[in-house]
């Protein structure tokens, strides 16, 4: 790779909360009400019993308020880690709102449809909620379009100035979350997995179920940069080459996921 471009030098990690950005504060304080409602919910859980397709009612809005708030929270870590300047600009303050107004929308939705004992995902029975699951697909779209922006308005603030291997890490993490969980996401709109518990608490299964491979595209948001901080300190003038590697490495094994979840 051009030397001009990319470096070795490693990024801070510690964030001064006292210097965030509006924009980042509001996504703080964001996912730190999803947390709280995500334990709200559970405690509204607890005294009911009611399932969807042998699932607990209350499983799925959890799920999607915990996976927010991290989303959330992480976006902005990785906006300090890769270049922080890029939070102060009017891109990242549309990159917020748009992470908001999608996030929020799925959230609202999903924890209604539970309160009332009906499913909001594959939800067709009628053509209101055929529409509101149509609408979900394009809203989970712009959630994770909000990542792919970030990754261009990192790139583009760093103009010819060296990109550590971490901030590297960053943007590869945020283009593939977009990439990969909008391939995986559109299959698993068409798919329904198979009904019941499966794995604790993840409650996937490993036969005709894409949502293993939903996650690691969703969670390339995470697992790649902090990839990129390992090989960062840790490889020295190979962790470029490391980087690589796990990138590919990681592309392979969700392309295997959606491969054998597709399988008969």
């Known amino acids: 790779m051009p030397s001009n471009l990319f470096s070795s030098s490693p990024s801070r990690l510690k964030i001064n909360v006292s210097k965030l ?3 980042s504060k509001v996504l703080m304080v964001y996912g730190a009400l999803m947390w709280l409602a995500c ?3 559970f405690i509204v859980s607890l005294n009911d019993l009611r399932t969807i397709r042998e699932v607990g009612i209350w499983i799925k809005p959890m799920k999607f308020m915990a996976a927010t708030a991290l989303f959330a929270w992480s976006t902005v870590w990785l906006t300090h880690l890769a270049n922080e300047r890029v939070s102060q600009g009017d891109a990242y303050k549309g990159i917020c709102t748009l992470l908001v107004a999608t996030s929020l929308f799925e959230v609202l939705y999903i924890t209604y449809q539970a309160s009332i004992g009906e499913a909001s995902h594959y939800n067709r029975t009628d053509a209101f909620h055929a529409l509101l699951y149509s609408v979900m697909g394009v809203v ?5 379009a909000s990542q792919a922006w970030l990754a261009w308005a990192i ?3 760093q103009g010819r100035i060296a990109f550590s291997v971490t901030s590297l890490g960053v943007v590869i993490g945020l283009a593939l979350t977009f990439l990969l969980s909008t391939i995986s996401g559109g299959l698993l709109g068409g798919i329904q997995p198979p009904s019941g518990q499966g794995l604790p608490v993840l409650g996937w299964h490993f036969h005709k179920d894409i949502r293993p491979s939903h996650f690691l595209g969703v969670h390339a948001q995470q697992l790649i940069p902090l990839w990129g901080i390992f090989v960062d300190r840790s490889f020295g003038t190979y962790a470029t080459r490391a980087l690589g ?3 590919g490495l990681y592309v392979i094994l969700w392309g295997l996921l959606t ?4 399988g008969t």
């Open 39 to 41: 334990g709200l919910t």
């Open 245 to 247: 590697a796990g990138c």
């Open 155 to 157: 790139w583009k603030a």
């Open 21 to 23: 950005s509006f924009a």
């Open 140 to 144: 989970a779209v712009g959630l994770t």
């Open 259 to 262: 491969w054998s979840s597709l």
